[in-house]
């Protein structure tokens, strides 16, 4: 049988009118999405970069380099703002999902008692961060606060909870500690109910008991949702800053400053925009930094159930 080329095209021609409505309906539904994400995330980090690599000095032209970054990494403050999201971080993340998982596994179960304990643990999550903060401040006022008319009870006195360096940062981490563990609760709650019920039936049989079930079964097929809640707490310990304008400014004594609050200072009160423009610059590629290897780290111990 001879080869038709022409009918070959026809074909081939058939095709791509087949398939080109499909892209086309495709790429409307994406273009909205993809205008606001290049307006909203692409361009702003574009600029900022644009920004910080700008060097503008009184009386002169602007010129290219990297003056800002070199004026960044000799600022002490900057140093102080970073160890203090640092410590943040750390005080912060590890209690919040240990918490989290705690409550979880202890109200896994449906009943109109764990439903309601389930409704108080968050209720935190529905107060905006700013409310909550301005809460707190009454709460921890010296003498006066709530907490240290019951600490008085049990003799013991009364301490400057936001005025002192060395309580301030640990009031903002126990803020938040109260703010987010509930949130992380409902993604823990979702993990386990996708955890066949058959595993733990078939290590009863087997003799394990509680916490061996928790380690061998429950907390491996947790991993997947383990991994993605400590991304979330680590963006929200990185970005969340409302609460130190609110309570403490960075104070006392920049013992409350971190890298969102220092960015606004520099921007807003000093009208350096090239050092708070390097600063964000430092600041989103260490955190892309460390979600990376976040997420690297925790999926060599996660179990993808087949």
């Known amino acids: 049988m001879p080869f038709d080329q022409g009918g070959l095209q026809d074909v081939h021609r058939a095709v791509r009118q087949r398939r080109s409505p499909a892209w086309a309906v495709a790429a409307a539904l994406l273009a909205p999405s993809a205008v606001f994400l290049a307006a909203f995330t692409y361009w702003p980090i574009l600029s900022a970069t644009l920004r910080a690599l700008t060097e503008q000095r009184f009386g002169q032209a602007p010129s290219w380099g990297l003056g800002n970054f070199t004026r960044l990494f000799a600022d002490d403050r900057f140093a102080t703002a970073v160890g203090n999201s640092a410590l943040y ?20 179960e ?10 108080m643990l968050v209720m935190p999550l529905l107060i905006p961060l700013v409310a909550a903060a301005a809460l707190f401040t009454f709460i921890l006022l010296p003498g006066g606060g709530l907490l240290d008319w019951h600490l008085a ?61 928790l380690r061998r079964i429950t907390l491996p097929l947790l991993g997947p949702t383990l991994g993605f809640v400590f991304i979330i707490a680590l963006l929200n310990a990185l970005t969340q800053v409302d609460h130190v304008v609110t309570m403490t ?17 520099q921007s807003e009160q000093n009208m350096d925009h090239g050092l708070a423009a390097a600063a964000t610059v430092v600041s989103v590629a260490g955190l892309l930094a460390l979600a990376m290897l976040a997420l690297r780290t925790l999926e060599r111990g996660i179990h993808y159930e087949s």
């Open 89 to 108: 971080a750390l005080g912060t993340i590890g209690p919040s999902l240990l918490l989290a998982l705690a409550f979880a596994l202890a109200l896994r």
């Open 110 to 119: 449906s009943g109109r008692l764990n439903a309601l304990l389930r409704t």
């Open 153 to 213: 009870k049990l003799g013991i006195g009364a301490s400057n909870w936001l005025g002192s360096p060395d309580t301030a940062l640990g009031a903002i981490i126990a803020i938040t500690i109260w703010k987010n563990t509930g949130y992380y609760m409902l993604f823990f709650l979702a993990g386990l109910a996708g955890i066949p019920e058959e595993y733990h039936e078939a290590a009863k049989l087997d003799g394990a008991g509680p916490f061996t079930r």
């Open 249 to 265: 400014r960075g104070g006392p004594s920049d013992s409350t400053n971190m890298i969102l609050y220092y960015i606004y200072q």
